[in-house]
C-alpha cells in the first residue's frame, strides 16, 4: 500500500497489528506528518535509506501538542511508514503524509481566507524570499486551538504560535522558499475558519525641507520613514 498526499484511513483490528505503507521519494523532500487522530495510543514511524527518521504517537505528532519542528527531512529512496499500536490498542486511525513541495503559494500583502475542514488537518503555504527582507504574520483575530508554524528553506522552524498571536516582524536570513503551515488541532472536531496575511515590510525614503511641516502615511505595520535633508 502507498502513501503521500493522500487522507489514509484504516483500522488496527486486533491488538500488536501493525500496518505498513510504502512509497518512494524522487528527490530529497520536507516532509509533514498530519495526525487526524487524537489518540495517544497508537503510534507511528518512518523508515528509509538512513534508517529510522521519527516515532512520535499520532496525539504529539502535529498542531498544538508538539512544539518543536515538524518537519522531516528525507533523502531520495524508499521509505515504510508503519503504524503500530501502544499496549493492547485496536481501533481506527486517520494520517495524512505531506511533502511541502506541494505547498500551495501563498499570496504576500492581502488577507487570504480559508477553512481547515476537517478542523484536525493541516493547511501547507509558501512564498519566496530574499535574505535580509522582513516580514510580518498577521493573524487577524483567529482562535486559539489551532497553531501556526513557519520554516526557513533548509527546515528549521522560525516560529510557533497559537492562530490568536502575531509573529514578526522578522528578518528572514536566507534567500529562498518559506513555508507556513496552518495546523489544526487533532482533536479539533469543527471546521476552522481563518484569515492570516503575510507582508513583506518595504521601508519608505523621502526628503524633508528644513522648517516646513513634514505629513506622511505608514500604510504597513512596523514600517518607517527615513528622511534626508
Same mark, same amino acid.
Given at each position: 500500500?502507498?502513501?503521500?498526499?493522500?487522507?489514509?484511513?484504516?483500522?488496527?483490528?486486533?491488538?500488536?497489528?501493525?500496518?505498513?505503507? &510504502? @512509497?518512494?521519494? /524522487?528527490?530529497?523532500? =520536507?516532509?509533514? *506528518? !498530519?495526525?487526524?487522530?487524537? +489518540?495517544?495510543?497508537?503510534? #507511528?514511524?518512518?523508515?528509509?535509506?538512513?534508517?529510522?527518521?521519527?516515532?512520535?504517537?499520532?496525539?504529539?505528532?502535529?498542531g498544538g501538542n508538539i512544539s518543536g519542528s515538524?518537519?522531516?527531512?528525507?533523502?531520495?529512496?524508499?521509505?515504510?511508514?508503519?503504524?503500530?499500536?501502544?499496549?493492547?490498542?485496536?481501533?481506527?486511525?486517520?494520517?495524512?503524509?505531506?511533502?511541502?513541495?506541494?505547498?500551495?503559494?501563498?499570496?504576500?500583502?492581502?488577507?487570504?481566507?480559508?477553512?481547515?475542514?476537517?478542523?484536525?488537518?493541516?493547511?501547507?503555504? &509558501? @512564498?519566496?524570499? /530574499?535574505?535580509?527582507? =522582513?516580514?510580518? *504574520? !498577521?493573524?487577524?483575530?483567529? +482562535?486559539?486551538?489551532?497553531? #501556526?508554524?513557519?520554516?526557513?528553506?533548509?527546515?528549521?522552524?522560525?516560529?510557533?504560535?497559537?492562530?490568536?498571536?502575531?509573529?514578526?516582524?522578522?528578518?528572514?536570513?536566507?534567500?529562498?522558499?518559506?513555508?507556513?503551515?496552518?495546523?489544526?488541532?487533532?482533536?479539533?472536531?469543527?471546521?476552522?475558519?481563518?484569515?492570516?496575511?503575510?507582508?513583506?515590510?518595504?521601508?519608505?525614503?523621502?526628503?524633508?525641507?528644513?522648517?516646513?511641516?513634514?505629513?506622511?502615511?505608514?500604510?504597513?505595520?512596523?514600517?518607517?520613514?527615513?528622511?534626508?535633508?
Amino acid at each position: 500500500r502507498t502513501v503521500k498526499g493522500e487522507v489514509v484511513s484504516s483500522t488496527l483490528a486486533n491488538p500488536g497489528e501493525r500496518d505498513s505503507y &510504502t @512509497f518512494t521519494l /524522487a528527490q530529497d523532500s =520536507r516532509l509533514l *506528518f !498530519d495526525s487526524l487522530t487524537a +489518540n495517544d495510543n497508537v503510534g #507511528w514511524s518512518l523508515a528509509g535509506p538512513t534508517g529510522t527518521i521519527a516515532t512520535r504517537d499520532f496525539l504529539r505528532s502535529d498542531g498544538g501538542n508538539i512544539s518543536g519542528s515538524t518537519s522531516l527531512f528525507a533523502l531520495a529512496g524508499d521509505y515504510t511508514l508503519t503504524v503500530f499500536p501502544g499496549g493492547d490498542f485496536a481501533g481506527p486511525y486517520a494520517f495524512r503524509l505531506l511533502d511541502m513541495a506541494d505547498a500551495t503559494t501563498l499570496p504576500l500583502g492581502t488577507p487570504v481566507t480559508g477553512s481547515l475542514d476537517p478542523g484536525n488537518q493541516a493547511r501547507v503555504l &509558501t @512564498f519566496d524570499a /530574499a535574505a535580509g527582507e =522582513r516580514f510580518f *504574520f !498577521d493573524a487577524q483575530g483567529q +482562535n486559539n486551538s489551532s497553531v #501556526w508554524r513557519l520554516f526557513d528553506p533548509s527546515g528549521r522552524q522560525l516560529f510557533f504560535a497559537n492562530w490568536i498571536n502575531d509573529q514578526g516582524p522578522l528578518t528572514l536570513a536566507r534567500s529562498g522558499r518559506y513555508t507556513l503551515v496552518l495546523d489544526g488541532g487533532v482533536g479539533n472536531a469543527t471546521p476552522q475558519n481563518y484569515t492570516i496575511q503575510v507582508t513583506k515590510i518595504v521601508d519608505l525614503a523621502d526628503t524633508l525641507i528644513l522648517g516646513s511641516t513634514y505629513q506622511g502615511t505608514l500604510p504597513l505595520p512596523y514600517q518607517s520613514t527615513d528622511l534626508a535633508f
